[in-house]
């Protein structure tokens, strides 16, 4: 895979990530979301246009994967907290983040901390083509919670974090493998 190819998806992530927008209404939480996605795009097409101003060598090829693997787990760990907190925030889901009254500042950060754990897991899990090992991250991360999953509320904001943070890591990992197969 040509580097340059890469390189407008690596400053956006890490532009992104570094300076994340806040996620303060749920309309504004939808329109983060399309943005995000018009941005990602909008980054793979400077990235095609970019890598035809160079020649392929085996040392670019190297240096491209290493650079889109950066560039995923990038994305998945680091911005995945804003993209799951707005699909959290989406008028049409209706739920409204508890732990931001009940919760401290010390538990709130633990989560988003094993969010990203587990987002970058997963997508090493589906680089591997190790699908069905997605499934065992959770089940272990229900049985963490099992007590608490009996408040059908948590239960079901809960249920929707973790699949909407495990499909990020799905696509973004089924993304990669195809790119890796054209580059």
């Known amino acids: 895979m040509n580097p340059l190819y890469v390189v407008p998806l690596l ?4 532009a992104a990530t570094l300076w994340p927008a806040q996620v303060d209404g749920r309309r504004r939480a939808r329109t983060l979301l399309i943005v995000e996605g018009v941005l990602v795009i909008a980054a793979l097409v400077a ?3 970019l890598a ?5 060598s085996a ?4 240096w491209g994967r290493v650079g889109l693997l950066a560039t995923g787990y990038l ?3 680091g911005r995945g907290v804003v993209l799951i907190r707005s699909v959290l925030e989406l008028p049409s889901l209706q739920m409204r983040r508890d732990e931001d009254r009940t919760a401290g500042a010390l538990e709130v950060a633990r989560g988003r901390a094993v969010g990203a754990l587990e987002r970058a897991l997963a ?3 589906v680089l591997l083509g190790e699908y069905s090992a997605v499934g065992w991250i959770i089940a272990a991360k229900s049985l963490a919670r099992f007590k608490q999953l009996e408040d059908r509320e948590f239960a079901e904001y809960f249920l929707v974090g973790t699949l909407a943070s ?3 890591a799905v696509l973004v990992g089924l993304g990669i493998r195809i790119l890796l197969r054209q580059g």
């Open 52 to 56: 035809r101003l160079a020649t392929h």
């Open 11 to 14: 400053v956006y992530t890490l």
């Open 47 to 49: 990235g095609t246009l």
């Open 75 to 77: 994305y998945v760990a």
């Open 123 to 125: 997508l090493t899990l």
């Open 59 to 62: 040392q670019g090829l190297w």
């Open 166 to 168: 495990f499909l990020l």
